[in-house]
């Protein structure tokens, strides 16, 4: 893994995570029948309106990418460092505001106990849960490795340290390690094709969330849903992201038929859009997805910061600036 990922490669991920996650919002817990239904086929944005009648507008995303941009955010501000007290606080800014909608019970209740003890790392838990949300946190994980040296251990580390913020199961940890191995290989342009996912089954080495990559490398997203199903289940979300971005053959692909397998389709539509960003940079992704995209200033400021921050880490950047 010699090549280091690029600027354009780095804000690929951001938007491309964040475009496939506003894309499956709208019809997020929905059959493919009922999409096919209603819409016909999710290849823009749509705005969501709710029981209640609380409406998302259209190119809006929700916590999952959000969370992740938190860890952008605290990791840019301290060096390169996960720091849980500074990631916690950001996500519970979240939980207290519109974000809340979203955001799965687990993930609130660990919240809720962190705001009362200030402790923002759970204690593992062989049984706990782990749902394909919280496997966006690879997302940064995974291009904060994508300069420099790649060390395996430490990537782990890092997982372990944005799962364990409100997860403590080794499968959620392994969930996340997953898409941040993904990306590393993705934006490195280590690994494509059905390799993307043999090689991280590998380096995971075993265990439900390697059997469901090597699932992805099934002929299509079709037959991956099959076996996998299209539920929020971590190891169906991250099969069926990888099986969406492995078989496109570019961004718009990746997302669009992401989104329109229905379930998850705002977690497996993030996955397949961040791995398809890595794959094709900001420069691959369509202007129109971009332009309508709630939230693109704001990605498109944070990325560059967060490149030199990886570049700093890696000790490919000198910041000759007084601190």
């Known amino acids: 893994m010699s090549q280091n990922a690029d600027q354009n490669r780095f804000l690929g991920t951001l938007l491309g995570m ?10 997020t817990g929905w059959p493919a029948e009922r999409i096919r239904e209603r819409i016909g086929s999710v290849d823009d944005y749509h705005r969501r309106v709710f029981d209640d009648g609380a409406e998302i507008k259209a190119g809006e995303f929700t916590d999952e990418s959000e969370i992740a941009l938190c860890i952008v955010e605290a990791v840019t501000a301290n060096g390169g460092v996960l720091d849980p007290d500074l990631i916690g606080p950001r996500m519970l800014y979240l939980a207290r505001g519109e974000s809340k909608r979203w955001m799965h019970a ?7 106990i962190a705001e009362d003890s200030l402790d923002f790392t759970v204690p593992l838990n062989e049984d706990g849960p782990s ?49 941040a191995h993904g990306i590393v290989l993705a934006a490195r342009d280590a690994a494509d094709g059905t390799e993307l996912a043999a090689q991280t089954a590998r380096f995971l080495g075993g265990g439900s969330i390697a059997d469901a990559l090597e699932a992805s490398g099934t002929p299509s997203l079709e037959s991956a849903v099959d076996v996998l199903g299209n539920g929020n289940d971590a190891a169906a979300v991250i099969g069926t992201g990888f099986a969406a971005a492995i078989e496109a053959r570019s961004f718009e692909e990746a997302v ?11 977690s497996r539509g993030a996955i397949a859009g961040a791995l398809a960003g890595a794959r094709f940079g900001a420069s691959g992704i369509p202007q129109e997805l971009i332009d309508h995209l709630e939230g693109r ?8 910061w967060f490149y030199k921050t990886a570049m700093r880490r890696a000790g490919l950047l000198i910041d000759l600036r007084p601190s």
């Open 18 to 27: 964040a475009i496939g996650d506003a894309l499956g919002m709208p019809v």
């Open 106 to 112: 687990d993930t609130l209740t660990a919240l809720a």
């Open 131 to 179: 749902t394909g949300d919280v496997a966006l946190r690879g997302v940064p994980v995974g291009l904060l490795h994508s300069v420099g040296t790649v060390s395996e251990k430490r990537l782990m580390q890092d997982a372990e340290i944005a799962t364990r913020l409100t997860h403590g199961s080794p499968r959620a940890i392994a969930s996340v390690a997953a898409v």
């Open 256 to 266: 669009f038929r992401a989104v329109n397998a229905g379930g998850a389709a705002d």
């Open 297 to 304: 200033i704001y990605i498109s400021l944070a990325a560059p």
